[in-house]
């Protein structure tokens, strides 16, 4: 037999070895790290050909199944194609939902799981919807009987993140499930909230913002632990979401983080700043790619948000303007290596990302900041080691 002479081959065979079921696991994991913005070598390879040897064998590496995407359908608005350790306090990552369902399945509702999974595959296949419904509503409730007694004790806890190890290695799923547990509580007020919003909020200001401000005051009154996700509900209709961060400083009525961080939904503020890093990873992925007309796009997106938030709230020295500064650090890392990568490619010319007409909102002072540390970094890289 001959041997495998490239990695690729030999990968492959090494794929192949494993069980269809492992293969699953494994792919959801690399998805999650891709998602996380890990740049691990040969990554997008490997997704591929578990994807392929997924296929060969006739299996998605879909773990959830049509019974599974009707008990988890109350999320949806709240979910985000985000890894775990990434969605904020009013988002579920929509990978996680995988691992969850395996362990309602296989280790904490095995039988109630199968009844249900049974009867609703009949009545998915024979296309009756109200059945469907009607079935996981009653396996939803079961689910919501299990974690109301089992996420009230650290015991109980402490199974639910045992029994999630087995299915990923994100320690961040068990923040899904206890965010599942309360949307899932919380699922007929968000989504009779959801009726009373606006279906598109072009500009978050004026009358539009006092009604939303009004609803969201009154289902606070009675679904306080439910509000990130009401946030996020806002969020999703706003044209442009970094808007959201009006909640908070609006009801302040002063720059002061303090003061801004004392209002009920000063959570709006980290919400614009989770934008940031997710757009920074979108624009990662747009270099990585050279897709330089996106990432253009996405920089004027970034800037935006910084601008926003610099001029409705004073950063300086405040763990908000702290965590602003990490993340446009990384973002200009990012360019950084864009433009150097372009100037070894095509030699020392100006790089349409550097454009000072993309962020034209930095200080006097930053923009000296930002030239001494470029000029330290120059000769660091000229004097010798």
Known sequence: MAQPDSASDKLKEY??????????????????LHLEGEDLPRLEELIASLRNELM??????????????????????????????????GQIARGSLAPIWDILG?????????????????AISAKNRPESDKLASAFRKKVLGYLNG??????????????????????AAFNDLAKMH?????????????????????????????????ELNAFRAKHADAVPFALTLIARRLETPWQLIHLATKAADSKAPAAIAATPYAVAVSMALDQIDEKQLLLRIALRNNRIVIAKGILRE??????????????????????????????????????????????????????SALRPTLSLKERLTEAMQKGRDLITDILPA
Do not use: C
């Open 56 to 89: 060969a064998v006739g299996q998605s590496h879909d773990r959830l199944g049509n019974p599974g995407r009707y008990f988890f359908q109350p999320l949806e608005p709240v979910l985000v194609d985000r890894a775990p350790e990434r969605a904020n306090s």
């Open 150 to 171: 089992t996420l009230r004790s650290a015991d109980g806890i402490a199974i639910l993140r045992e029994s999630l190890k087995k299915y990923t290695a994100s320690p």
């Open 302 to 355: 970034i800037y935006a948000i910084e601008k926003a938030l610099k001029s409705r709230i004073d950063l300086e020295n405040s763990d908000w303007g702290k965590r602003l500064a990490a993340s446009m650090a990384a973002v200009q890392a990012s360019l950084d290596a864009e433009v150097e990568r372009s100037r070894a490619n095509v030699g020392n010319l100006s790089h349409v990302l550097e454009s």
């Open 182 to 214: 309360t949307v899932l509580r919380e699922a007929d007020a968000l989504a009779a909230f959801a009726k009373l919003l606006p279906e598109k909020i072009r500009k978050f200001d004026g009358q539009v913002f006092a009604k939303v401000l009004k």
């Open 106 to 122: 296989e280790v904490l509702l095995t039988t109630m799981a199968r009844e249900y999974i049974e009867k609703a595959e009949k």
């Open 15 to 32: 794929l192949a070895q494993l069980a269809p079921q492992v293969r699953g696991r494994l792919l959801a994991e690399l998805e999650r």
